[in-house]
Every structure is written in structure tokens, then in C-alpha cells.
């Protein structure tokens, strides 16, 4: 069991840091346990002990990712709140669509994080056009897994497609597609991160979203469910903002809810913030 530890940890020594210290960890817990192994050897046999560690060995790292995920969510929320306060950072932004981003460096992980409006009058003029449209605008042709996307059977909300085509080529100069990339968005930033994903169709990012709106069909979720992204959705359960447009399926990924009691607040990202750190 323990032999399994290290070895892993060579493997994935290049892959993520954050992921080597939880398994040296996890490593030295092993250690700790490899004698009531032997012990349990001796009662059960070789292969019910072995199936014992594997399935603790299992849970554990199952453990390990929510643990990245929440905290890559984590860091999300942080720069979504002050990303303002925050110097020498590259912006994308299109006031009248309310379309914005940013990118930035941190510990060898580029950030791409689309903002939610600042403007509720620019987020419900880009919500309010609802119209199905084919993203024909995106560059996509054949993803790195194979995935493709059919432009004959695939609608998305228009709004959200042109929203993300004003601040598209000005985002392209900033970000490095061969980079680590942790991509994330608030409300109508949501739905930007999520088309800007697809665009981007590289193996090296994962999306998280908080309050994102419906983006599109169920032919553009299943290309979503083919693509190797993990695409994770935060949603409070009274934020009404993920349930639109109702036209809409729900987007395509895993969803984490998160508490809330006040339905006033429930859209806002501190909201967020506090059911997220409870």
C-alpha cells in the first residue's frame, strides 16, 4: 500500500504540487496504518486486505479532489470579490454588454475569471435577448478528445454568444492555451466562462461557475458532457438566476449547492462567499 503512495507520487510529480502534498500526506498516514494491514493480513488473507486498502486508498483520493476543487473554488471567489483592489492584472471589457475578464498568474495556474456586471441595466439587456442562436461565431472544430460541435442541431442564448464575442479577440492576447488554466465566472460571467471554455477546447483547464445562467440546448450540453473539462456549478438554493432562461436545460457539469436563507441576497457573490466558507 505504501510502495502504492510513492510510486504515485513520482508519477504525478509534474502534474500538480497541491495534489503532491496531500498524497505525501496521505503517504505518511499509510505508513501508520501498514501494520494493522499486516495484522489484518494474517485474519482475513492477502486479497480481502488488499481490497481494503484499495477501497480506503479510493475514498481517500475521492476526498483529495473535492478538497483541490473546493479550494481552486475558493481562490475563484476571492478574485471575483477583489479583483478591483488588485494591480497589474489584464482586463477584457465591453461596458454596454456588461461582458468582462481578466487574467492573471498565480503558484503556476493561469486564471481567466469573468466578473458578473457591474451594471444591472447591461445584464438584463444581454439576458432579456433570449433569442436561439448557432454559435457559429465560436472557433470550434474538433476538440483534443473528439468531441465536435454541430452547428446544425446546436442552439445557445444569443445574448450571452454576443456578449462574449465583444471582448473575445481582446481576450485571445492575454491568455496562453498551452498554460494550467482554472477558469471562472460570476452570474453573466458564468455563462461567459462557460463559452469561452468551449472556444478555448483545451485539455488543460477546468470551469467553475457561481449563479450562472442557462447558456444552452440539449444539443450544446451533450457536447458539453463529451469534452474532457469538469465543469462545476455553484448555486445557492434560492439564487433563480441558474433556473434561467427557463427555455433552457440546466448546464451541463456537476452542481455543489451551496446554503442560503434570504432570497433577496441569494444572487449576490457574497452569498456565496459566506454559504461557501460555512
Known amino acids: 500500500f505504501t510502495i502504492m503512495v510513492f510510486t504515485g507520487i513520482q508519477i504525478t510529480r509534474r502534474i500538480d504540487r497541491d495534489f503532491i502534498a496531500s498524497l505525501r500526506t496521505l503517504a505518511r498516514n499509510a505508513l501508520l496504518i501498514s501494520g494493522p494491514l499486516v495484522v489484518l493480513d494474517e485474519i482475513v488473507g492477502f486479497f480481502p486486505a488488499l481490497a481494503i ?27 471575483l470579490k477583489n479583483h478591483r483592489k488588485m494591480q497589474n492584472i489584464a482586463y477584457a471589457q465591453d461596458r454596454g454588454s456588461g461582458a468582462a475578464a481578466f487574467v492573471l498568474r498565480r503558484d503556476n495556474v493561469q486564471y481567466v475569471v469573468f466578473p458578473g456586471s457591474d451594471s444591472q441595466i447591461d445584464f438584463l439587456r444581454t439576458n432579456a435577448n433570449t433569442k436561439r442562436t448557432k454559435p457559429s461565431s465560436l472557433v470550434v472544430s474538433v476538440c483534443h478528445d473528439g468531441a465536435k460541435l454541430d452547428l446544425d442541431i446546436t442552439r445557445v442564448h444569443k445574448g450571452f454568444l454576443d456578449a462574449y464575442s465583444t471582448i473575445r479577440d481582446e481576450l485571445r492576447n492575454l491568455v496562453s492555451p498551452s498554460e494550467k488554466t482554472v ?14 471554455a468551449v472556444e478555448s477546447c483545451s485539455p488543460n483547464l477546468s470551469v467553475f461557475t457561481f449563479g450562472a445562467p442557462r447558456v444552452g440546448d440539449d444539443a450544446w450540453n451533450e457536447f458539453l458532457d463529451r469534452l474532457s473539462v469538469p465543469f462545476t456549478h455553484y448555486v445557492t438554493g434560492l439564487d433563480p438566476v ?37
Open 183 to 196: 477558469v471562472c465566472g460570476h452570474s453573466l460571467g458564468g455563462a461567459l466562462a462557460i463559452l469561452y
Open 53 to 79: 486498502a484499495s477501497a480506503g486508498l479510493y475514498a481517500t483520493s475521492f476526498l483529495f479532489t473535492r478538497k483541490k476543487k473546493d479550494r481552486d473554488a475558493s481562490v475563484c471567489i476571492n478574485l
Open 242 to 278: 441558474p433556473l434561467l432562461p427557463s427555455a433552457f436545460p440546466r448546464n451541463a457539469g456537476e452542481y455543489i449547492r451551496i446554503p442560503s436563507k434570504n432570497p433577496v441576497t441569494a444572487h449576490l457573490l457574497l452569498e456565496y462567499e459566506k454559504g461557501f466558507s460555512q
